[in-house]
């Protein structure tokens, strides 16, 4: 039996990760991972409540869902889980005036937001417009403040593409930190409130839900924090080595999503 499925009926709830685990990123708008959207529509239909987790910072989250729709999921705006929408509640609360050195495609997230004389600096996965030009720019305004502030959508290392791994927003965020000699606010995976607001909207306790990841520390590790079982999928930016982490260990590892739901339908009926 799959340690991960017991004790058998607590399992409510599967939190997902998207991009590795539901669809490979790349040109044209990607590719879903083979038996993945007949997976979540299988989880849906036993009646498991579902939600998305995820670091995707380079569309906002409406074309993001609708890019994810046209691949074929059974997937709604109010089920997924991104950073940006959670930074904004960040930059109201506090009263702070973002630079943004983000991807274009995210900018729209941040309309309602006063980025006037800005008081810190918020990083996404901004791909392409990481230039010299932008980071320095962002190096400067926080050198120039007397409390530097820097939020990052997310630290991810890198991420696998239909082409091959790109470096994520960590890299960038890492370059910064040293700069400034300053450390970043993470706001996404693998921060705790990220997890917890999911299931908090889910209505479940961490031990009824199980997420399913493809990263080992911040997929696996950062839910395990929280009290959830965690299962990587040996799709996406999974490798051999994971399995070997020094540090973090997957409660299962599985082919894909197709096989883990599989497992936890079987234990479930």
């Given at each position: 039996?799959?340690?991960?499925?017991?004790?058998?009926?607590?399992?409510?709830?599967?939190?997902?990760?998207?991009?590795?685990?539901?669809?490979?990123?790349?040109?044209?708008?990607?590719?879903?991972?083979?038996?993945?959207?007949?997976?979540?529509?299988?989880?849906?239909?036993?009646?498991?409540?579902?939600?998305?987790?995820?670091?995707?910072?380079?569309?906002?989250?409406?074309?993001?869902?609708?890019?994810?729709?046209?691949?074929?999921?059974?997937?709604?705006?109010?089920?997924?889980?991104?950073?940006?929408?959670?930074?904004?509640?960040?930059?109201?609360?506090?009263?702070?005036?973002?630079?943004?050195?983000?991807?274009?495609?995210?900018?729209?997230?941040?309309?309602?937001?006063?980025?006037?004389?800005?008081?810190?600096?918020?990083?996404?996965?901004?791909?392409?417009?990481?230039?010299?030009?932008?980071?320095?720019?962002?190096?400067?305004?926080?050198?120039?403040?007397?409390?530097?502030?820097?939020?990052?959508?997310g630290r991810g290392r890198y991420y696998k593409e239909t082409d091959g791994m790109k470096l994520d927003v960590g890299?960038?965020?890492?370059?910064?930190?040293?700069?400034?000699?300053?450390?970043?606010?993470?706001?996404?995976?693998?921060?705790?409130?990220?997890?917890?607001?999911?299931?908090?909207?889910?209505?479940?306790?961490?031990?009824?839900?199980?997420?399913?990841?493809?990263?080992?520390?911040?997929?696996?590790?950062?839910?395990?924090?929280?009290?959830?079982?965690?299962?990587?999928?040996?799709?996406?930016?999974?490798?051999?080595?994971?399995?070997?982490?020094?540090?973090?260990?997957?409660?299962?590892?599985?082919?894909?999503?197709?096989?883990?739901?599989?497992?936890?339908?079987?234990?479930?009926?």
């Amino acid at each position: 039996m799959a340690e991960w499925c017991e004790p058998v009926g607590r399992v409510k709830g599967v939190l997902l990760d998207i991009c590795g685990v539901l669809y490979e990123s790349g040109d044209g708008g990607g590719v879903p991972i083979v038996g993945s959207v007949e997976a979540v529509k299988r989880l849906k239909e036993a009646n498991l409540k579902v939600r998305f987790c995820t670091n995707e910072t380079q569309a906002t989250r409406e074309k993001f869902v609708k890019k994810l729709q046209n691949l074929g999921f059974d997937i709604t705006v109010d089920e997924v889980f991104s950073p940006a929408p959670a930074v904004c509640q960040v930059l109201k609360e506090r009263g702070l005036r973002p630079h943004l050195l983000v991807h274009d495609g995210l900018r729209p997230e941040f309309d309602q937001i006063d980025q006037s004389n800005p008081n810190c600096v918020v990083v996404g996965d901004a791909a392409e417009y990481f230039t010299y030009k932008n980071m320095n720019e962002a190096f400067q305004i926080l050198m120039g403040l007397e409390k530097p502030i820097l939020i990052s959508l997310g630290r991810g290392r890198y991420y696998k593409e239909t082409d091959g791994m790109k470096l994520d927003v960590g890299a960038y965020m890492k370059a910064l930190e040293y700069a400034c000699d300053i450390e970043a606010e993470v706001v996404g995976k693998p921060a705790a409130m990220f997890f917890l607001s999911a299931l908090s909207d889910m209505g479940l306790e961490p031990d009824q839900v199980v997420m399913i990841g493809d990263d080992i520390v911040y997929d696996v590790g950062g839910a395990q924090q929280c009290g959830m079982k965690a299962v990587q999928v040996r799709t996406g930016k999974y490798r051999p080595c994971d399995e070997q982490h020094p540090t973090v260990k997957a409660d299962g590892c599985v082919n894909n999503l197709a096989q883990a739901v599989t497992i936890l339908l079987e234990h479930l009926h």
